[in-house]
T-cell receptor, first 114, second 113 residues
Framework: AQSVSQHNHHVILSEAASLELGCNYS??????LFWYVQYPGQHLQLLLK??????LVKGIKGFEAEFIKSKFSFNLRKPSVQWSDTAEYFC????????????FGPGTRLSVLP | KAGVTQTPRYLIKTRGQQVTLSCSPI?????VSWYQQTPGQGLQFLFE???????NKGNFPGRFSGRQFSNSRSEMNVSTLELGDSALYLC????????????FGPGTRLTVT
């Protein structure tokens, strides 16, 4: 069975600090990878996705993620966070032969201090 | 283009009752998935429907069921509610079965007392 782990439960940063959120998955086959964000009181929104090709993908709001197949990782990065990035971030994996069954990580809560 | 809509947004039920939640996908999307979100278990996949057929099912008891209509709208039903069913139920739609990203609705907050 697939599983997704996220390295940090809660991350606290000051504005302008750099961000890296870890995500690892366990599945040996071909996967699609996603990062979703849930701002306070809002629904889940897609930040970025990886299906194939360039392992460095860019998403909205200055976020990017790198797929490292050998490490089963898909870490999320942003060079300079803003207070408005305060939210919960979820990594998700979809195995090619599992239809639209997304397996989500437990989430990382990011608090950005002004 | 309108997003995924879910009704009702909030619901309070009593143990033993049943409940039906509704989801309207983004226009043109044919795949609808349901997830349960709780603080303890996070986001867990319930099931996915595509062209009125259940294509995938998560590890939930048979009290949780769903269906999809010809217009891609979907309903989820939970019978014999338990306190542990209190959760945010999320619906997500996508163009097809994959690989496509899912777009999530705001959820239905179910409280079982």
């Amino acid at each position: 069975a697939q599983s997704v782990s996220q390295h940090n439960h809660h991350v606290i940063l000051s504005e302008a600090a750099s961000l890296e959120l870890g995500c690892n998955y366990s599945y040996g086959g071909t996967v699609n990878l996603f990062w979703y964000v849930q701002y306070p009181g809002q629904h889940l929104q897609l930040l970025l996705k990886y299906f194939s090709g360039d392992p460095l993908v860019k998403g909205i709001k200055g976020f990017e993620a790198e797929f490292i197949k050998s490490k089963f990782s898909f870490n999320l990065r942003k060079p300079s966070v803003q207070w408005s990035d305060t939210a919960e971030y979820f990594c998700a994996v979809n195995a090619h032969n599992y239809g639209q069954n997304f397996v989500f990580g437990p989430g990382t809560r990011l608090s950005v201090l002004p | 283009k309108a997003g995924v809509t879910q009704t009702p947004r909030y619901l309070i039920k009593t143990r033993g009752q049943q409940v039906t939640l509704s989801c309207s996908p983004i226009s043109g999307h044919r795949s609808v998935s349901w997830y349960q979100q709780t603080p303890g278990q996070g986001l867990q996949f319930l099931f996915e429907y595509f062209s009125e057929t259940q294509r995938n099912k998560g590890n939930f008891p048979g009290r949780f069921s769903g269906r999809q209509f010809s217009n891609s709208r979907s309903e989820m039903n939970v019978s014999t509610l338990e306190l542990g069913d209190s959760a945010l139920y999320l619906c997500a739609s996508s163009l097809s079965q994959g690989p496509y990203e899912q777009y999530f609705g705001p959820g239905t907050r179910l409280t079982v007392t």
